[in-house]
Nanobody
Framework: QVRLVESGGGLVQAGGSLRLSCAAS????????MAWYRQPPGNQRELVAA???????NYADSVKGRFTISRDSTRNTVYLQMNSLKPEDTAVYYC???????????WGQGAQVTVSS
């Protein structure tokens, strides 16, 4: 069983910063990619940022230059540093990992991020 535990969400004023963490535990033999998604109120879940096992990253256009994804492979942990936050960044943020040759997806429980204007 694989478990993802997120932390670091909260309430922040526009222009502020937050750092999300997601630690994976359980029967994990190889993580192919790790990512953060978000789901704003009344909208669909969308990709925010992703990082491969080789360290390649990609970002949604709306967060480029403000958010940074990183990973600590020794701890099976992925981070999302969010700077210059905007009210439109308000959402529930979910971490996601893709594991093994069969590319099974696992999801965290979600972390609320609220940015006030």
């Amino acid at each position: 069983q694989v478990r993802l535990v997120e932390s670091g969400g909260g309430l922040v004023q526009a222009g502020g910063s937050l750092r999300l963490s997601c630690a994976a535990s359980g029967m994990i033999f190889s993580i192919n990619a790790m990512a953060w998604y978000r789901q704003p109120p009344g909208n669909q879940r969308e990709l925010v940022a992703a990082i491969t096992s080789g360290g390649s990253t990609n970002y949604a256009d709306s967060v480029k230059g403000r958010f940074t994804i990183s990973r600590d492979s020794t701890r099976n942990t992925v981070y999302l540093q969010m700077n210059s936050l905007k009210p439109e960044d308000t959402a529930v943020y979910y971490c996601n990992i893709v594991v093994g040759l069969s590319k099974v997806n696992y999801w965290g429980q979600g972390a609320q991020v609220t940015v006030s204007s």
